[in-house]
């Protein structure tokens, strides 16, 4: 999809709203009688405010932009056009809209809002439509790309945000929004290699996120590397052997983070567990406000970086550094590499490539590095043309809603 031409791409924006539609819908069903309310939650938005800022960006960056045929040369502050819903800036411009005062703007009705959507891509399809016209280069392509991908981002946030608010999903949903069992393999031995991180953008590479840029190699010693994320089999071992009570196997600051959430909520294990067994490996877990048994074979999920951490930690292993996942992914997939069931934390943290300078929409990685852990992969709500193995996702080493897991390698 990072090399789609235009009719591929307007056949893509339409299923990535077809698909934020259908997400919307389960939101509509539980919560239209009480106008949509949800807790103020640093891990959530409004469904409303969610909702209309897809459409925003998409206007943003391509109904208003001209500059959008220059690509990620554009200017971030060049003038733009006139929204086609005059409120819209002050509404859902994500820069500006402070994250707590989200819940207090009077955003527009759903009929609005999705009439906002539907002329938001009635525009852009048009506009992909010229664009065939004066040739399918990367250039004039970059910003339907990015606002696709945006779009696909932003399903997944929709499921998340329904996990972490207990929504019942439709039943085709719920099935398709759940991790597979997988074949336990043995860990993988990858030889020393020099590696290339990253991406060049230029004429026929295709879209590149920002953070992916540039390229540059890197020197890997020999390493050894889990086949899948660890399961829950393995995790309950943790568990079993006090791993929640016992600081040694703890970042100091992932110590605080457990300590804090043990004194709020009696934190025993992952987010949304409700009973994980030592002795008899049961795991029971709240999926969409049900209380489901976890299989032992199935990744252990919405674990966060602390705990991942701890468990490497207890384990004698450790997280992997980005390098190495993204060679195993690329080098080890016939050998029984397997990813793209859950997210999966890395060991380093989020920083820029040597090289590096913003695209267009400067706050998309920018603001983060330093503080952010990097996850790889992609989950099985992540849509299939988003998983790439050299995309970087990024969040605080607490954050535990997303559908996270990890592997580990030797240290």
């Given at each position: ?68 045929s ?13 929204s ?16 707590a ?85 043995e ?31 890197i020197?890997?010693p ?50 949304y ?27 252990a ?99 535990d ?11």
């Amino acid at each position: 999809m990072r090399q789609a031409g235009c009719e591929v791409l307007s056949l893509a924006l339409m299923n990535a709203r077809n698909h934020t539609l259908q997400l919307f819908a389960q939101f509509q069903n539980a919560l239209e009688t009480v106008n949509f309310a949800v807790p103020r939650l640093p891990v959530l938005n409004p469904p409303l405010w969610e909702l209309g800022h897809v459409a925003w960006f998409q206007e943003r960056w391509i109904g208003r932009n001209l500059q959008r045929s220059l690509g990620a040369r554009c200017d971030p502050l060049q003038a733009r056009l006139a929204s086609i819903e005059p409120e819209a800036d002050r509404w859902w411009d994500s820069d500006q809209v402070a994250h707590a005062s989200r819940w207090t703007l009077k955003l527009p009705d759903v009929a609005r809002c999705r009439a906002y959507l539907l002329d938001s891509l009635e525009s852009t399809l048009d506009l992909l439509d010229k664009a065939r016209h004066h040739g399918e280069g990367d250039d004039a392509l970059y910003f339907y790309r990015l606002c696709l991908f945006h779009e696909d981002m932003h399903g997944e946030a929709f499921a998340y945000m329904a996990q972490t608010l207990g929504l019942a999903l439709d039943k085709p949903l719920l099935e398709a929004l759940a991790p597979p069992p997988l074949p336990v393999r043995e860990a993988l031995l990858l030889p020393a290699m020099q590696w290339q991180m990253g991406s060049s953008a230029g004429d026929g590479a295709g879209f590149v996120f920002d953070n992916e840029k540039a390229a540059h190699v890197i020197s890997v010693p020999e390493f050894e590397i889990d086949a899948q994320p660890v399961t829950w089999a393995q995790y309950v071992e943790f568990v079993g052997d006090g791993g929640y009570d016992r600081p040694e196997f703890w970042h100091p600051e992932g110590w605080q983070w457990l300590q804090a959430l043990t004194h709020l909520e009696g934190r025993r294990g992952p987010r949304y567990v409700e009973q994980i067994g030592a002795a008899s490996g049961a795991v029971m877990q709240m999926r969409f406000g049900k209380s489901m048994r976890m299989l032992g074979n199935q990744p252990a999920m919405h674990v966060s970086w602390w705990e991942a951490d701890a468990w490497c930690r207890w384990a004698g292993r450790r997280l992997p550094a980005e390098v190495e996942w993204e060679a195993a992914a690329h080098t080890a997939g016939h050998r029984g590499f397997r990813w793209g069931d859950v997210w999966e934390w890395m060991g380093t943290t989020f920083r820029p490539y040597p090289g590096f300078s913003p695209d267009p929409y400067q706050s998309y990685s920018q603001p983060w590095f330093g503080t952010h852990k990097v996850l790889r992969g992609g989950s099985f709500a992540t849509r299939a043309r988003m998983k790439h193995p050299k995309y970087r996702n990024f969040y605080l080493p607490g954050r535990d809603d997303i559908f996270c897991g990890f592997r580990s390698c030797s240290l």
